[in-house]
């Protein structure tokens, strides 16, 4: 069965730096790509990256670049998305998600993680 | 990126009736790229429709999608109660992905 099981709900203050996680099984990370998505409280959902763990090839949103970085461990299937400095408006669920081949489901986001809630208030 | 207008924000219709939401894309996009997702409160995200009208693996026939060009469509033929959710459209280029802003289907 294909996963992505993501990490725990974290509470922080402003300028802390995080790294969230998201651990993928039963299919191979390195030929997938992996999505990143905010979706603040109460509103919709935002496309932040994606990531290839193939080749390490990265494609931000202008809304996103130089605010986030994304990386991965292959040799544990886990992609990570981190902060440096959190602000209060970084406060949101955060969702994993596998993108699909263009022969399965033409590149539609077929799994998704359970969501990382991030807190961040003083 | 495009930008994806979902129209109505919100509908109000009974179990039982059809729903029909709207996705009109900023750019004419081929017809592959078009995806459509529900969310229910507290869960992630669901893969419904891909390529327009192509149902994912276990999504029960009565959603449908349907469109071309710049306007697309996912049709709920008859309400059941678990099919009260919200509803996103996505887009995929190679620029990168975009969602809309969602369609709330609520109890009447």
């Known amino acids: 069965e294909v996963q992505l099981v993501q990490s725990g709900v974290e509470v922080k203050k402003p300028g802390e730096s995080l790294r969230i996680s998201c651990k993928t099984s039963?299919?191979?990370?390195?030929?997938?790509?992996i999505a990143w998505v905010r979706q603040m409280p109460g509103k919709g959902l935002e496309w932040m990256a994606t990531?290839?763990?193939?080749?390490?090839?990265?494609t931000y949103s202008p809304s996103f670049q130089g605010q986030v970085t994304i990386s991965a461990n292959k040799s544990i299937s886990t992609a990570y998305l981190q902060w440096s400095s959190l602000k209060a408006s970084d406060t949101a669920t955060y969702y994993c998600?596998?993108?699909?081949?263009?022969?399965?489901?033409?590149?539609?986001?077929?799994?998704w993680g359970q969501g990382t809630k991030v807190i961040v208030s003083p | 990126e495009g930008v994806l207008t979902q129209s109505p924000g919100t509908v109000s219709l009974s179990p039982g009736e059809r729903a029909t939401l709207s996705c009109r894309t900023s750019?004419?996009?081929?017809?592959?790229?078009l995806a459509w997702y529900q969310q229910k409160p507290g869960q992630a995200p669901r893969l419904l429709i891909y390529?327009?009208?192509s149902r994912a693996t276990g999504i029960p026939d009565r959603f449908s999608g349907s469109g071309s060009g710049t306007d697309f469509t996912l049709t709920i033929s008859s309400l059941e109660p678990e099919d009260f959710a919200v509803y996103y459209c996505?887009?995929?280029?190679?620029?990168?992905?975009?969602f809309g802003l969602g369609t709330k289907v609520e109890v009447k």
């Open positions: 998600a596998r993108r699909c081949s263009r022969g399965d489901c033409f590149y539609a986001f077929d799994i």
């Open positions: 039963g299919y191979s990370f390195a030929n997938y790509w």
């Open positions: 990531f290839y763990p193939g080749d390490s090839e990265i």
């Open positions: 750019q004419s996009l081929s017809n592959s790229f």
């Open positions: 390529r327009t009208s």
């Open positions: 996505h887009q995929y280029s190679r620029s990168g992905d975009t």
